[in-house]
């Protein structure tokens, strides 16, 4: 931290402290050139990020709202509250690294989509048909082909494809007649 006074970048912590909420951290430094004393404050950036939709109109981004659309999506199937945090935490940390202040709503989508095709076929479907407007059951099928075609890849815009080589959920194996079992729709 460069000094106030005389401008140098050569200084001490002589003293941390957080506030009673935790949120902020207070630091009282001393600048080794001057001697002289200053504080600093350190708190958390929260997600200034808005969403620019299909028509073009922007609004903040909402988790609130894409934690209930997850939901939907993953109603009755085994994804645990904590894998979706994981999900939405994940696609939040990829709007952060990649842009500053506006992120197009197909970003968004495309990157629920991968993670969540990762986690579970049917929950991904779902999501699918909420977030690309299936029109009507040929929409469906299609999606549906196309993930027979590539079962570990959902065939997703490359161009908002992470470029991640590792999982965000390593450890979850589908059961491939299970996924079909729940998707018949005489169940
Ligand atoms: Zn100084």
């Known amino acids: 931290m460069r000094c106030p006074f005389c401008h140098q970048d050569n200084d001490k912590v002589s003293d941390t402290r957080s506030s009673v909420d935790g949120f902020v951290i207070r630091r009282r430094r001393m600048c080794c050139v001057c001697e002289k004393k200053f504080t600093t404050y350190e708190r958390i950036e929260a997600t200034q990020v808005r969403v620019v939709k299909r028509d073009g109109s922007r609004a903040p981004f909402d988790r609130g709202r894409l934690r209930q659309g997850l939901e939907r999506a993953c109603w009755k199937r085994q994804i645990s509250d904590a894998q979706i945090s994981t999900l939405i935490a994940q696609v939040e940390r990829d709007i952060d690294s990649t842009f500053e202040t506006d992120v197009q709503s197909q970003f968004i989508g ?78």
């Open 110 to 187: 495309e990157r629920v989509m991968f993670y969540l095709g990762e986690l579970d076929q049917v929950a991904y479907v779902r999501f699918a048909s909420v977030y690309r407007q299936f029109n009507d059951a040929d929409d469906f099928i299609k999606e549906l082909q196309r993930m027979e075609q590539n079962p570990d890849m959902p065939c997703l815009s490359a161009e908002y494809l992470p470029k991640r080589k590792k999982s965000l959920f390593p450890k979850v194996k589908r059961n491939r007649n299970e996924d079909r079992g729940l998707l018949d729709p005489l169940e």
